[in-house]
T-cell receptor, first 113, second 111 residues
Framework: DGGITQSPKYLFRKEGQNVTLSCEQNLNHDAMYWYRQDPGQGLRLIYYSQIVNDFQKGDIAEGYSVSREKKESFPLTVTSAQKNPTAFYLC????????????FGEGSRLTVL | AQSVSQHNHHVILSEAASLELGCNYSYGGTVNLFWYVQYPGQHLQLLLKYFSGDPLVKGIKGFEAEFIKSKFSFNLRKPSVQWSDTAEYFCAVNGDNDMRFGAGTRLTVKP
């Protein structure tokens, strides 16, 4: 089945540790996105990538890093510099040059203790 | 960068009442507009979308939205809500493959 797979679903980390969230898609989509969802704040764009080996900062990129070495993969690293990392993280993808409709993964909930 | 504003944070309606949720955006170029819904405990799903043509678009479950270019608005409407419409609704704007979402409106429908 085509889709987007995020892992892990739940993750606990101690303060000061970096953590990497995985996002893989087999939809052959060019564009991929990372959002953070917090209650009352909707989905806020962290990073997005329109093609391999290229990505752009979103509105809240500070304390996060990404890479796009393969079309299918867009991992997000939450670094120790992120001041409030506990959140629900959503990965999405879309075909570029189309309507831009996003397809979402199931999300990863990160809790920093 | 573009931004999206949703005017209502929480809307409470009785069944059969009419619904209108506001959405305004700021972006200088051509945009594609979307409404997504998130039912309790579930993932985001697409309600409807606008790319071009007729500014009144119809989506699933009886929802519709009207794009008013001069007002930079894309309000969501439903003539008669049901208890099952209780959910959070997100407006989204895609200008240059940088899809941005509003803060969301929580709709509670009382039976």
């Amino acid at each position: 089945d085509g889709g987007i797979t995020q892992s892990p679903k739940y993750l606990f980390r101690k303060e000061g540790q970096n953590v990497t969230l995985s996002c893989e898609q087999n939809l052959n989509h060019d564009a991929m996105y990372w959002y953070r969802q917090d209650p009352g704040q909707g989905l806020r764009l962290i990073y997005y990538s329109q093609i391999v080996n290229d990505f752009q900062k979103g509105d809240i990129a500070e304390g996060y890093s990404v890479s796009r070495e393969k079309k299918e993969s867009f991992p997000l690293t939450v670094t120790s510099a992120q001041k409030n990392p506990t959140a629900f993280y959503l990965c999405a993808s879309a075909r570029t040059g189309s309507t831009g409709e996003l397809f979402f993964g199931e999300g990863s909930r990160l809790t920093v203790l | 960068a573009q931004s999206v504003s949703q005017h209502n944070h929480h809307v409470i309606l009785s069944e059969a009442a009419s619904l209108e949720l506001g959405c305004n955006y700021s972006y200088g170029g051509t945009v594609n507009l979307f409404w997504y819904v998130q039912y309790p405990g579930q993932h985001l799903q697409l309600l409807l979308k606008y790319f071009s043509g007729d500014p009144l678009v119809k989506g699933i479950k009886g929802f519709e939205a009207e794009f008013i270019k001069s007002k930079f608005s894309f309000n969501l409407r439903k003539p008669s809500v049901q208890w099952s419409d209780t959910a959070e609704y997100f407006c989204a704007v895609n200008g240059d493959n940088d899809m941005r979402f509003g803060a969301g409106t929580r709709l509670t429908v009382k039976p």
